[in-house]
């Protein structure tokens, strides 16, 4: 383990001993060579993807490149479906990727079901893999649709009570200057994370497109964003509450007709 703590620090890997762990824990677990790993690593591939699993909400969820990793400020989502959903809603989760919003809520919440949509293959498949592997899936749906292409079909497959989602919302400048920088965002899915010219296209069309088929949608947004998106939201008749994260960020906003 040294060695390899010794090659990321070289690197300039930030968390080095705790990722040096990671590493080498999980070689050992499935017969891999922990050097190679490390080279993986070094050349700024995410050690989430490189040990194909990471946890979110105290549960572990399998992840593939079609997906974007779970993050921390994505838990608020969670929580406010287990605090706020109404008893026996079902829920419509937009750009669902790994699965880790809904699921982590239907594992503490009994009585919600949820039907969960994204345009990657690879991401439906691995979030009805989480969906089985925490024993959820009999109160999920899973189908791989375009949210702007198939929005008709989507909404022919349920009645939500509830929509959640986060979606794609960095902007063309953020993008640019990702793939400039290589880090380590650069390798996860482009079609997760680019939300358009400002960043705000999917926003847009989920509230105009599918907001008049429930009363209540939940959002995830980037930095300073909150302000447009609940005037979105506002135009169509919803009242806001905005809930910061962990660094005091208006990270979700929840809109109720």
Not at 105 to 121: E, G, M
Request: proline share 4%.
């Amino acid at each position: 383990m040294n060695e390899i703590a010794r090659v990321l620090k070289t690197a300039g890997i930030e968390n080095y001993l705790f990722e040096a762990g990671i590493i080498a824990g999980h070689a050992e677990k499935n017969n891999l060579d922990p050097y190679a790993l490390a080279g993986r690593r070094t050349l700024r591939e995410p050690i989430q993807y490189i040990i194909g699993e990471w946890e979110f909400y105290g549960d572990t969820y399998k992840l593939n490149k079609d997906c974007l990793i779970p993050r921390p400020e994505t838990e608020f989502l969670t929580e406010y479906l287990i605090n706020n959903a109404k008893k026996n809603a079902l829920i419509l989760e937009l750009c669902s990727g790994s699965g880790c919003v809904s699921v982590s809520a239907l594992i503490r919440r009994r009585d919600l079901c949820a039907v969960l949509v994204d345009i990657l293959p690879g991401a439906v498949s691995v979030s009805r893999e989480n969906a089985v592997f925490h024993r959820v899936s009999d109160r999920m749906e899973f189908y791989c649709l375009d949210l702007v292409n198939d929005a008709v079909e989507i909404m022919r497959l349920c009645k939500p009570d509830l929509i959640v989602s986060n979606p794609p919302y960095l902007s063309t400048a953020e993008v640019t200057r990702l793939k400039t920088e290589k880090t380590e965002l650069s390798h996860e899915p482009e079609k997760a994370f680019y939300g358009g010219e400002d960043g705000l296209d999917f926003y847009r069309f989920i509230i105009s497109g599918y907001s008049a088929f429930c009363d209540e949608m939940v959002f995830e947004c980037g930095l300073g964003q909150y302000k447009k998106i609940t005037g979105m939201l506002e135009e169509r008749g919803f009242s806001c509450e905005i809930i910061k994260d962990y660094g005091g960020i208006e990270r979700v906003i929840a809109g109720k007709k």
